[in-house]
Structures are given as C-alpha cells and as structure tokens.
C-alpha cells in the first residue's frame, strides 16, 4: 500500500513509522518546514520514534510539503492538532485546512480517515462537505472513516500493534476498509457502528482520565486538612483487585489531550441544551491544582521562616508528564508564572526541556542547584533522576507525585 499521513507530530508520525515498518510506501505531509528539514535529515523530535527506527524506514518513508503525492495514496490519515480557542471552544482550523488542501488532490477509491481526538459530528458534518468540495462523494467514491489515536506518549508497553483499534465508517464499507487498512499495523481493531460512535469513544476514554485525576487531586486536598498522607491512601486503595482503578494525585494536568479534550463535548452537549457537569467541575478542579500547589510551597517556605519572594526555588521536572519533554498544557507553566509573580528566584532541572524560552529559563545543572536551593519542588519524576540524593543534597524538599513516600527525612514534604 501507499499510506499517506497529513500532520507528523506525536500522532502522525509513529504511525508513518509503522506503516513503513510494515513494509509499506509511507507519504508525510506537514506544513512546518523545519519538522519536515529535520526528519529529511533523519532527526526525529518525537521520543516514541528514535532517530535510528527512523533511519531503518528512511527509503520507503518520504516526508514533503508538496500535495501530489498524497493523491498517489490508498488511504490518507488525518493527524493535525485540534485545540482550544482563546473562549475554551473547539478550534478546527487546522483541520479545515489540512482537510481543504486534501479535496484538491483527492481521487477516487482513496480511503480518508481522521484521527485527531475531536466532538462527535465532526467527521461528518464537518470533513465530509470539505472533501466533496472535490466533487467526489464520501461512502461512494471514496471511503470516509474516524478512528481515534491512543497514543501515549512515553509509554513502552503498549505500541501501536498492540493496542486495539476503534474504527467507525461512514457506511459499512468505509468502516471495512478502513478495518482492513488498520490490520496492517495493530493486531486487533474494534469496529464501532457509526463514525461519531468512534469519536465518542476516545472522548469518553480522556473524561474517564480527567474525572478521576481530578477526583485523587480534591482528596489530595482534603488529606491535607485532615493531616493523612494521601499516597498512602493511594497505595491501601490500590490494593483492591477489583471495581477499583488507581489514579495519582499530582500538580496538576497536562499534555495535549487531556486538559483540552473534554471541552471539545462540553461545547458539543451545548448544542443540544445540555450541560457535562463532571467535565466542568473536573476541569476546575485540576486547572485550579497548580494554584494549590504554589500555596503548598508557601506554607512549606512558611515554616522555615522564608518568604518565597528572593527564595531560591528549583523545581525538578517542568513536562507535563515523566519521560517525555511535551511542554503542552504542562502544570509547570503555571506554577512558574505564578511563583514569578510572588517574586521567587526561579530556576528550573528537566533532562528533556533544555529551555523554557518565555519564561528565559535554561535547565541548570542538578548537583549544582540542589545545595544552593532554598526549596526544591518535585514537579515532574523524571525516571533519570535519584530522588534520594535529591532529599540527602537539599534542605528542603516538596515532593508533589510521591516518589519519596518510601524516603522517611526531617526535611522532605509531600503534596
Ligand atoms: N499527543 C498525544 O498523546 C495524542 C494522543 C491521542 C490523540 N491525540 C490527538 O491527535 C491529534 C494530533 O496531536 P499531536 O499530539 O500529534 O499534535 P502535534 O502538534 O504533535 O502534531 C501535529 C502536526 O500537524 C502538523 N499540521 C498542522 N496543520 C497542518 C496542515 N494543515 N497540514 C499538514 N500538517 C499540519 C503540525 O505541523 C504538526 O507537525 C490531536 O487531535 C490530538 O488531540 C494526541
């Protein structure tokens, strides 16, 4: 097959890279030019995709900026960002362009299959006209499909092969197709009823996420009233084999999906007066949690008698998750601006963000800062990092993801 991806970012490009492992002509089309210079020259900046999985596929995987070449494909997969405007609304523009630059060369017998996480109606209602501006009819001339990613960045123990596939066609053919198209690459697809079916599903999987971080976050809170120590509580709880699923306690949440996705069913249950209340009261409570935080380390300065305004205060891990060097949505942003605010001497340690360039920060050198830190905050618990030399160098620490419960020390604090 010749397998087109339009967007090679955390999402497009793995899948373009397993297309090509499994023997398949790959065509990447992106509109940033410096991405596409970079993997021309074999520089992956995707950290599920090193440069040498790359370098393995190089013949048979051909990033571009040029169109033609998509209109050369069986199948074209939709991979491009969908944010959230500035009022929290779905913002489709880059796929109304990706999909507008797609009808100029599409041709029939292709299949087209959006994977961007988006609200249900979208594939429908919202790419379909665009790609019959080709003058091509979905379901009859071409195949249309939707079939969420579930990438998690980061993650080693399930790949793209290995977790399953949901796939919703706009007719039972597409969803065939498209079927047949994803068993090139995953050993098992779940073929849904209905494109929004499909859309609904990954929507459903991020709330699901969202709700309860934001659930451990609020006891997180209470603990800290009631004085108990919330990780053990996490710990006791996961112990449980059944009807219980263990989520953690943190700053806050980041990442591209989950902070942004929800809102995209919000906006969309509006439409239909209704109103997602666990959507809203979740996304208040971990959007508020980097709030909570900064006053945890004020009170933590507090009881050694420093203001945070002049303190030195390193904080340990600004990604929005471990092992990755994704800055989307990360809690850290906020803490930073809003510890700026109070006048803290800032600085920051992530062996994957060599620069937070609006802040003007540059990660500094870990055996260096930790002696010299008034406080040293636990942000994100990079793997590469050892936390018990963190706790015996500094002189105060405020862990915020519990990977010191372990570590009984005078001068180690706990979210
Ligand atoms: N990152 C994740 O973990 C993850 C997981 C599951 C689903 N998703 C969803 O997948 C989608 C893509 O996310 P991502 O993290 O890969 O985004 P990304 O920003 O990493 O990559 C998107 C790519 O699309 C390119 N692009 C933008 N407009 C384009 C256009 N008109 N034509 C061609 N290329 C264009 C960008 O240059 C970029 O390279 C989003 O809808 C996201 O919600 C992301």
Redesign the pocket.
Known sequence: MRVGI???????LPLAVAYAEAGHEVVG????SR?LERLAAGSSDVEDVPDDRLAAVAERFEPTAELGPLGECDAVLI????PLANHREPDLT?LV??AT?LSRVLRAGQLVVL????YPGTTRDRLKPILEESGLAAGRDFHLAYS??????GRTDYTVRTTPKVVGGLTDACRDRAAEVYGEICDEVVPVSSPEAAELT?LLENIFRSVNIALVNELARLCERMEIDVWEVVDAAGTKPFGFMRFEPGPGMG???LP??PFYLAFAAREHDFYTEFIELAGKINQTQPHFCVRKIEHTLNDVEKPVRGSRILLLGVAYKAGVG?MREAPALKIVRLLSELGADLAYHDPHVPELTEFDLRSVDLAEELARADLVCVITAHPEVDYERVVAESSLVLDFRGVTRDIGAENLVRL
């Not at 339009?6 to 497009?12: F, H, M, T």
């Not at 994977?115 to 988006?118: D, G, M, Q, R």
């Open positions: 339009i967007g090679l970012g955390y999402v497009g089309f992106d509109t940033d991405k991979c491009v960002p969908t880059y362009d990706a630059s994977e961007s996480t988006t969420p990613e579930r990438i998690d960045p990954k990442g591209h999906c942004v996705d994704d």
